[in-house]
């Protein structure tokens, strides 16, 4: 294994890619009881067109999230989670637009552990009944989700911002679309994107890194096996299909979601970068200790629950904030306003220079946690970067570029403003 080592933030990395393409990263916490692995797939909601060996294939909307949940299902009616907890251990999944990851926590039986989660990922086993079955309980939870104002006001935003991209649709799918998923599509969809060279098994914890790659030859095999290739067929410009999209649900008071269309960054370590200056331009026009975030608040048009930030996607990218307010529009007209105000008169150096700390001491902060360092790792390595080089990122970033990118993002025709307005009101705006 390659082991790279990282001073400034005191902090280990072991690396290996086996025999059957799969990459292995180990970042040991001597000392440490807890333990935890991610295993994730590079593929996620938005990952609906693609090629296998030959053949294209269109799978219908919310199929990652139904893979996710049908994983846990081994031959002989084994109970994943029992087993796991049976050796004191939690486990649990997510999947996101771009990605889907299966993980647990332990402070003992870890190679046990480990052999399970590698063992039920890498194991389809797809009934008609048990697919039916879990069709009424998606759909249960599709009905939740749209009952959720939190849930509604973003995805309407997603569907004001963008014509085409994928992400316009729920990750959860729709009622209709998951009557469309069968044992064959799972079956299809796992064989494409649950291979050893699609996924990424990271380990943090006190635990010895050759111990971990031995377990992953003797559950996964070495063997490679051909791997599905994503098709990106959505065209995107810098337009948005709506200004404003509003919905009236039981909510105490109006809440929106508020977004600024970004181009795509790609992969790579100067994507990595354009991502961190877009977040510190996030942090410099609304965060907590900027000069519109006190404004805003000390004239009661936001409250504690303001909020907001970068949010990077495969194939697209958007800069966004949301709370609750009784004039949304006005949040907006400021933002835009000082927006324009920061890029034509620039940051004060002094200001500048605290905001880039107090972010990269943030990061640093953040990597005490096993669950938040392994799922960044992951995500990073998603988009060919190695996340433990953010500080020599974060210390060349320069001033210039924020005010650029709040120039080119922060206008009034790249944004898209989601308003939900209680039930018992008059919409917002007539």
């Given at each position: 294994?390659?082991?790279?080592?990282?001073?400034?933030?005191?902090?280990?990395?072991?690396?290996?890619t086996?025999?059957?393409?799969?990459?292995?990263?180990?970042?040991?916490?001597?000392?440490?009881?807890?333990?935890?692995?991610?295993?994730?797939t590079?593929?996620?909601?938005?990952?609906?067109?693609?090629t296998?060996?030959?053949?294209?294939?269109?799978?219908?909307a919310?199929?990652?999230?139904?893979?996710?949940?049908?994983?846990?299902?081994?031959?002989?009616?084994?109970?994943?989670?029992?087993?796991?907890?049976?050796?004191?251990?939690?486990?649990?999944?997510?999947?996101?637009?771009?990605?889907?990851?299966?993980?647990?926590?332990?402070?003992?039986?870890?190679d046990?552990?480990?052999?399970?989660?590698?063992?039920?990922?890498?194991?389809?086993?797809?009934?008609?009944?048990?697919?039916?079955?879990?069709?009424?309980?998606?759909?249960q939870?599709?009905?939740?989700?749209?009952?959720?104002?939190?849930?509604?006001?973003?995805?309407?935003?997603?569907?004001?911002?963008?014509?085409?991209?994928?992400?316009r649709?729920?990750?959860?799918?729709?009622?209709?679309?998951?009557?469309?998923?069968?044992?064959?599509?799972?079956?299809?969809?796992?064989?494409?994107?649950?291979?050893?060279?699609?996924?990424l098994?990271?380990?943090?914890?006190?635990?010895?890194?050759?111990?971990?790659?031995?377990?992953?030859?003797?559950?996964?095999?070495?063997?490679?096996?051909?791997?599905?290739?994503?098709?990106?067929?959505w065209?995107?410009?810098?337009?948005?299909?709506?200004?404003?999209?509003r919905?009236?649900?039981?909510?105490?008071?109006?809440?929106?979601?508020?977004?600024?269309?970004?181009?795509?960054l790609?992969?790579?370590?100067?994507?990595?970068?354009?991502?961190?200056?877009?977040?510190?331009?996030?942090?410099?026009?609304?965060?907590?200790?900027?000069?519109?975030?006190?404004?805003?608040?000390?004239?009661?048009?936001?409250?504690?629950?303001?909020?907001?930030?970068?949010?990077?996607?495969?194939?697209c990218?958007?800069?966004?904030?949301?709370?609750?307010?009784?004039?949304?529009?006005?949040?907006?007209?400021?933002?835009?306003?000082?927006?324009?105000?920061?890029?034509?008169?620039?940051?004060e150096?002094?200001?500048?220079?605290?905001?880039?700390?107090?972010?990269?001491?943030?990061?640093?902060?953040?990597?005490d946690?096993?669950?938040?360092?392994?799922?960044?790792?992951c995500?990073?390595?998603?988009?060919d970067?190695?996340?433990?080089?953010?500080?020599?990122?974060?210390?060349?970033?320069?001033?210039?570029?924020?005010?650029?990118?709040?120039?080119?993002?922060?206008?009034?025709?790249?944004?898209?403003?989601?308003?939900i307005?209680?039930?018992?009101?008059n919409?917002?705006?007539?």
């Open positions: 294994m390659i082991c790279e080592h990282y001073p400034e933030l005191d902090e280990t990395l072991y690396r290996e086996l025999e059957n393409g799969l990459p292995v990263l180990v970042i040991p916490r001597k000392g440490f009881t807890k333990k935890i692995a991610y295993f994730v590079d593929y996620g909601s938005i990952h609906r067109e693609f296998l060996e030959g053949q294209e294939y269109h799978a219908p919310g199929v990652a999230h139904f893979l996710e949940h049908k994983l846990f299902d081994l031959p002989g009616e084994r109970d994943v989670s029992a087993e796991f907890a049976s050796m004191g251990a939690s486990t649990n999944a997510f999947t996101s637009y771009d990605m889907t990851a299966y993980y647990f926590s332990c402070t003992e039986h870890f046990d552990c480990l052999k399970l989660l590698l063992e039920f990922v890498s194991t389809p086993y797809f009934t008609e009944e048990s697919v039916a079955k879990e069709q009424g309980i998606i759909d939870e599709i009905g939740m989700n749209e009952d959720a104002p939190d849930s509604r006001v973003f995805e309407n935003l997603m569907q004001a911002l963008y014509h085409a991209h994928p992400i649709v729920p990750i959860l799918g729709t009622s209709a679309t998951i009557r469309e998923i069968t044992p064959q599509v799972l079956e299809t969809c796992h064989r494409a994107f649950y291979t050893p060279e699609n996924m098994l990271c380990v943090i914890g006190d635990v010895e890194p050759e111990q971990v790659t031995k377990i992953a030859r003797q559950v996964l095999g070495t063997d490679r096996r051909p791997a599905g290739v994503k098709q990106y067929s065209q995107e410009d810098m337009t948005r299909p709506k200004e404003e999209v919905l009236s649900m039981e909510v105490a008071m109006p809440m929106f979601s508020l977004g600024f269309k970004c181009e795509s790609g992969k790579g370590a100067q994507a990595i970068r354009e991502e961190m200056v877009a977040d510190l331009a996030a942090e410099a026009l609304f965060g907590e200790s900027s000069e519109l975030y006190l404004k805003l608040y000390e004239e009661g048009l936001i409250d504690s629950s303001f909020g907001g930030g970068f949010e990077t996607i495969d194939g990218a958007m800069l966004l904030c949301s709370g609750d307010s009784d004039d949304p529009h006005a949040v907006r007209d400021a933002i835009i306003a000082q927006g324009e105000k920061l890029a034509a008169q620039g940051l150096e002094d200001a500048f220079l605290r905001m880039k700390r107090s972010a990269l001491g943030r990061r640093i902060r953040g990597l946690s096993f669950d938040a360092t392994c799922f960044r790792v995500a990073y390595h998603f988009s970067f190695d996340y433990f080089r953010f500080p020599e990122i974060y210390r060349d970033i320069q001033a210039k570029e924020i005010c650029d990118f709040l120039g080119r993002v922060v206008r009034a025709d790249r944004c898209s403003l989601s308003i307005n209680p039930i018992s009101n919409p917002i705006g007539g």
